[in-house]
């Protein structure tokens, strides 16, 4: 009977702990919850979005956040079903930079009915009224800048005994910030277009001539190559190329040295990008490429850190444009941030001594 008495103590007593066990651990699960942020990046495979998710991600946990960071491998049905997934997990916010910024409609329509507030990371989600705010770089003088690049390293505004030649690459059709470069770029450019400073041989100048879908640099050096043996066989000389993205400004640099420029009496063309990677910061030290546009992640993210932080202490966003980024559904809150253009003459100062790339990143003393 003792004995019986015993073993009844013992087992309640093991019941009661597992019991504690399971609402520490259930109470661990909700705690996690409460604090998830969901983030959400278009590829792995690309530089910058690496450190766009890193940088949201460190900044977040620094506040004491929980965060499901996923990369969606430039592929729209993972991202979809990435983002159902931190849905039914309960995230508190959505960052998303998106792949197709019209293919998220439901998806946006389901974090929307849970009361998900959704953040567009640099690109916009389009025609969807689920969007609550937008983060991003001033990107319509992102493409003006890109047109500046031209006008600068082609010395535009000198007079010129004949005309200079150019061709022209976009970034991706399904991308909203892919048309409002080309517009900033193309806006800058049209003066010299119409007065015969600047001509385009190939004639190919709408945007959906020039766009490259995904934004795929081998894609590009494709088209590059083909402009160049179907345009460019007899003494045509191609001067400079509009580039919207790093990648994009090196392989079009590529299709150009098979062909014999960057030797000879065929200087390589003047050409700039975006995102400052590594290799193009290389190329710039090379005198190749010629110019880059630095959107900093780090403070892209920082921005983006302090939005979800007031979001979830409901507290007031300030600074924000509520005029330029129409979605198609409604006009979204949109945070914009400033870049700079690094050329050869400030690499030190603004890439090196900020410390957005090491020297050793960029294999100098
Ligand atoms: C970003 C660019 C980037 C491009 C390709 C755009 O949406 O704004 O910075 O170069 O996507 O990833």
């Not at 995102?275 to 190329?283: E, L, M, P």
Request: hydrophobic content about 40%.
């Amino acid at each position: 009977m003792k004995n019986m008495k015993k073993f009844v103590v013992a087992a309640t007593l093991i019941i009661a702990a597992a019991g504690l066990v399971a609402v520490l651990a259930g109470c661990k699960g909700k705690k996690a919850a409460t604090n998830l942020v969901g983030v959400v990046m278009p590829t792995r495979s690309e530089e910058r979005w690496i450190k766009d998710g890193n940088a949201v991600k460190e900044g977040l946990e620094k506040l004491g956040y929980t965060v499901e960071l996923q990369f969606s491998d430039d592929d729209i049905p993972t991202q979809t079903r990435q983002i159902d997934d931190l849905i039914t997990r309960g995230v508190k916010v959505l960052v998303i930079a998106s792949i197709d910024g019209s293919a998220l409609g439901q998806q946006l329509e389901n974090a929307a009915a849970a009361k998900i507030p959704v953040i567009a990371y640099d690109r916009l989600l389009m025609q969807s009224p689920n969007v609550d705010y937008y983060v991003t770089f001033n990107n319509y003088i992102v493409g003006q800048q890109m047109g500046n690049i031209l006008v600068k390293g082609l010395s535009l505004d000198a007079p010129k005994k004949k005309p200079v030649i150019i061709e022209l690459f976009a970034g991706s059709p399904d991308d909203n910030n892919a048309t409002v470069f080309y517009n900033g770029a193309m806006d800058t450019l049209k003066p010299y277009l119409d007065n015969g400073t600047l001509q385009v041989p190939s004639g190919q100048t709408a945007f959906t001539s020039v766009a490259t879908l995904r934004w795929d640099a081998a894609e590009a050096q494709k088209r590059m190559e083909n402009l160049l043996s179907r345009y460019y066989s007899g003494n045509v000389v191609l001067d400079g190329i509009l580039s919207p993205y790093d990648p994009i400004s090196l392989s079009t640099l590529e299709a150009c040295k098979a062909v014999g420029y960057g030797s000879g009496n065929k200087p390589l063309p003047v050409v700039g990008g975006q995102d400052c990677v590594v290799a193009s910061v290389k190329s710039i030290l090379a005198s190749e490429q010629y110019a880059t546009i630095l959107k900093d992640t780090r403070s892209l993210g920082a921005a983006t850190v302090e939005m979800v932080d007031k979001i979830l202490k409901g507290q007031t966003i300030s600074g924000l444009d509520t005029t330029q980024y129409n979605n198609g559904a409604k006009v979204i809150p949109s945070l914009l941030l400033d870049i700079v253009v690094v050329t050869k003459d400030n690499v030190q100062k603004e890439v090196v001594d900020t410390g957005y790339h090491t020297r050793a990143e960029l294999g100098i003393n």
